[in-house]
């Protein structure tokens, strides 16, 4: 990582920590911020926030591997988060999952060469009467079949 | 810090500690609780568990200790409480209503043995190849609920790499049951940070900083997690095999140094109760183990204490007569868990480190130089052992820049435990040994250099010489005994001050570098003593906001609680009692012994005179006994 960049990245977690305080508990609402922008959190992030919050890098990182929307490495700009759980799987989840491992030719976990998606399982997003559901980002998608699902990941630029 | 309310914050930043009051009946307080239907009266807030230990009641626990925090993770100390709908941690209830317990229940009993029996369902490894066999709390778990049965399944194959990338603690986290003691004792106890919970419910396990080798993340190896841990999970880099090679070799000369701690604890391994010291023994029982030599550490302490005081008084005279800038206050530097936690904390504070090297190290230095001249054998034959109370002195020995006799100074630290599993292995039982003394040449100790084994005890030893040194009158018509009370102690944070009223004239050892204590006359000497790394984090706060430890002259700081007598390499368990008698023992040998002031070492002169002839601070002194600190920051790349 450059000085420049890191210097940025500093300033920009110090307008955080000015916003929410330097309490320990602000640190979730500072670690969405900057996974909101940066899409990760990167070590230097961690121990930033840490310096910043008189905590420990171990706390910060403990911290994001405790919450799956939180993570350490960087991942696609798009995230697809398919619903792993029980009513969404006996409508049909697998289907739907083969369909988009398929179409963009990674596995579960993984993310494209080109850097636009990840996909990955989520545990229950609490739409169990819709199922199968998927969220893509910020924005949830129900009653799925494989041709539906294909249709809006071809939408998403 | 004074917005930080929550209560899982580490001790410095908690707002401020309500201590317990010593006689809470005169408060009015009090609730009478009944347990097992016997009438019991106890302070408002007392857990449950307190109460039922105050009334001969056994409860069991695992994840909680006395040096630490509650945490209620591991329910091992579940009781009935009526009205309740589920068991109750015992150790997390405070008592706030005259409540009814149950602590034999058959529920109480059922659960703890499933409990138990879940612990084990995750925790691999066979208990005879466990370090901890016969000493695992665990085991003594399963063993006391009758747990005979794997009822929820047990872990057949290893999940996770053992992780001996540190010279001092290797971590298994298989053995790991999650109880958190680590976690709590290197966040709240110590403050380093360096542990912690990693991913969620049936995936976490402890582990650091990106989970990164613990060698390369900012461990102190201070130890402390291993004298906490319930079970095997964490241990010591354990030298024994190398050692026991090194004495069945013919060519080799292999000899040990054993410091004041381990002789005041390592009865306990034995099976003996804490505060009594087995020197002599421990004598015996090295020569007939195959040990050589066996040596003093509290000739080298002495000699620290020369080259640590002088040091002190030349930075005061550069500061205060020649008017240049030096660091002060100066710090201790025997503690190497203290060293390398200001190098990655403070490393713009490392000039206040004094130079001089721990005691193991300047033996180290001295045993491949001098001693190996005077007897004529080569260095390269020499294989040098350090018996330590401590796990850091185990990284230190390997510090790359500590070869100044030409060769590595110091080639193993030894812990008490693993010594006396090694006496053990020799079929010998320690108390039953005869008592002999140490070898020559550095057969001689003082008192001073012993009790560098408890927290204040090098301030208490500097003392004694600084003293003398200064105003030509005896320690013994200043303090009674030579006991320099104001230092001792267990508080966290000790601050004295010595006024120096009268000056003498300048000893011989430094005539060569002051000429007279004119300049010291009617000046006040702060000094302080700081135990256990949250403690000398304040310290250190302090001073770099310009408080009263700021114009110290001399702070001693000791990485664990209680000083080396509780270090990480010390028998298991340790608490306040164990260290209190510890501390006991070794201040009892100190009032025993003829000497009890560095410079008042025959053979401490005796090495001036012969070896390091340029004194204190000197440049022969210089090459073999001080050394030079890394600035080490606490990023991680």
């Known amino acids: 990582m450059l000085v420049v960049e890191k210097n940025a990245l500093s300033e920009e977690i110090e307008s955080y920590v000015e916003k929410y305080g330097n309490d320990r508990s602000a640190l979730l609402m500072i670690l969405h911020e900057i996974q909101k922008k940066h899409r990760h959190i990167s070590e230097f992030a961690q121990q930033e926030v840490a310096r910043l919050l008189n905590i420990h890098p171990v706390e910060v990182y403990s911290v994001i591997s405790f919450f799956a929307f939180l993570n350490t490495n960087p991942k696609g700009r798009n995230l ?67 041709e539906k699902a294909v249709e809006l990941l071809a939408k998403v630029k | 810090m004074e917005d930080k309310k929550s209560l899982r914050a580490p001790v410095s930043q908690k707002p401020h500690v309500i201590p317990k009051p010593e006689h809470p009946e005169y408060l009015g307080g009090s609730i009478t609780v009944e347990i097992n239907e016997k009438k019991l009266t106890v302070p408002f807030g007392t857990t449950i568990l307190e109460a039922c230990r ?89 063993k006391e609920y009758g747990v005979d049965h794997y009822n929820f399944g ?20 298989d053995k790991c049951v999650l109880c958190k003691r680590c976690v709590r004792t290197c966040i709240d106890l110590q403050e380093v940070g360096v542990l912690e919970a990693i991913n969620r419910g049936h995936n976490t396990h402890i582990g650091t900083f990106l989970d990164k080798p613990l060698a390369e993340v900012i461990c102190i190896n201070c130890g402390q997690c291993i004298n906490r841990c319930p079970t095997g999970a964490l241990r010591a880099n354990d030298p024994r095999d190398e050692i026991w ?28 109760g804490p505060g009594k010291s087995f020197t002599g023994e421990l004598n015996t029982a090295l020569r007939r183990i195959g040990f050589d030599k066996a040596f003093d550490t509290n000739f080298a302490a ?72 005077k007897t004529g054998i ?42 006396a599993q090694m006496i053990k292995e020799a079929g010998i039982f320690l108390p039953e040994m005869p008592q002999s003394h140490f070898d020559d040449p ?30 030509g009158k005896r320690v013994e018509d200043v303090y009674a005994n030579a006991d320099i009370t104001p230092v001792r102690g267990f508080e966290g944070i000790r601050y004295a001050e010595i006024p120096i009223a009268e000056v003498g004239s300048v000893p011989k050892l430094l005539q060569h570098l002051i000429p007279d204590w004119n300049w010291l006359k009617g000046a006040t000497l702060k000094i302080a003593v700081a135990h256990g790394t949250a403690n000398a984090k304040k310290v250190m706060e302090d001073i770099k906001a310009g408080g009263k430890f700021s114009e110290c002259h001399f702070i001693e700081f000791m990485a664990c609680p209680g000083g080396c007598l509780g270090g990480g390499g010390q028998p298991i368990p340790t608490n306040e009692q164990i260290r209190k008698k510890r501390a006991e023992a070794i201040y009892n040998e100190d009032k025993s012994l003829p000497v009890r002031k560095s410079h008042e070492n025959r053979h401490v002169s005796e090495l001036y005179e012969m070896f390091l002839t340029d004194g204190p601070c000197g440049h022969n002194s210089h090459k073999l006994l001080h050394t030079h600190y890394v600035k080490r920051g606490k990023y991680i790349a």
């Open chain 2, 54 to 142: 105050q009334a001969q009641i056994h409860i069991p626990t695992l994840c909680h200790h006395e040096d630490l925090c509650v945490a209620g993770v591991c329910r091992v100390c579940v009781v009935e409480v009526e009205g309740m709908r589920t068991l109750q941690a015992s150790c997390a209830f405070p008592i706030t209503a005259p409540i009814k317990i149950k602590t034999t229940s058959n529920a109480v009993r059922k659960a703890r043995k499933h409990i138990i029996d879940l612990l084990i369902s995750e925790h691999y490894g066979e208990c005879y190849s466990c370090f901890r066999n016969n000493n695992c709390e665990l085991q003594s778990l399963a």
């Open chain 1, 80 to 146: 697809v988060r398919i619903c792993q759980t029980i009513s969404c799987d006996m409508k049909g989840k697998k289907q739907v999952v083969e369909a988009i491992e398929r179409e963009l030719g990674i596995k579960i976990g993984e993310t494209t060469k080109d850097n636009k998606f990840t996909v990955e399982y989520a545990n229950c997003l609490g739409l169990c009467d819709m199922g199968p559901a998927m969220a893509i980002n910020d924005q949830v998608f129900v009653n799925l079949t494989p």
């Open chain 2, 442 to 471: 550095f057969g001689e100790a003082s008192g001073a250099g012993l009790i560098f084994g408890a927290t204040g005890g090098v301030m208490e030893a500097a003392l004694r010489s600084v003293i003398e040194f200064v105003t």
């Open chain 2, 245 to 272: 090679n090194a004495i069945d070799d013919p060519t080799k000369h292999v000899v040990i140094q054993t410091a004041p701690s381990p002789r005041a604890a390592i009865g306990e391994e034995f099976g003996q």
């Open chain 2, 154 to 173: 047990h872990v057949t194959q290893p999940r996770y790499e053992v992780d001996n990338s540190s010279y001092s603690v290797v971590r298994d986290m």
């Open chain 2, 302 to 373: 002495d000699l620290t204490i020369i080259e640590e005081g002088t040091e002190l008084i030349l930075r005061l005279y550069k500061a205060l007569v020649k008017k240049e800038k030096v660091a002060l206050p100066q710090f201790t530097s025997c503690s190497p868990g203290w060293v390398k936690y200001l190098e990655h904390f403070y490393p713009e504070y490392i000039d206040n480190l004094s130079s001089a090297k721990s005691p193991q190290q300047m033996f180290g230095a001295l045993i491949k130089t001098f001693y190996a001249q």
């Open chain 2, 378 to 419: 080569d260095p390269a034959n020499i294989v040098s052992v350090a018996l330590m109370p401590c796990s850091a002195k185990k990284f230190e020995c390997n510090r790359p820049e500590m070869n100044s006799s030409g060769y590595k100074d110091v080639d193993y630290g030894l812990t008490t435990r693993e010594l």
